[in-house]
């Protein structure tokens, strides 16, 4: 096993979580809304720091 197969990375996709209910979901471009309640969602595979 190796660490892309715990965890598989690719510079392409975005990990996106929703600001209202926290779903997670990984797409090639902004969902603009969270699938799951239709709430405001941001990218967290992006450094805040």
Do not use: K, Q, W
């Not at 926290?22 to 969270?34: D, E």
């Amino acid at each position: 096993m190796t660490i892309n197969d715990i965890d598989p990375y690719s510079p392409s996709e975005g990990l996106f979580e929703c600001l209202g209910c926290g779903a997670r979901t990984r797409t090639n471009s902004h969902p603009g809304t969270c699938p799951e309640c239709d709430g405001a969602v941001r990218n967290i595979a992006v450094s805040r720091e």
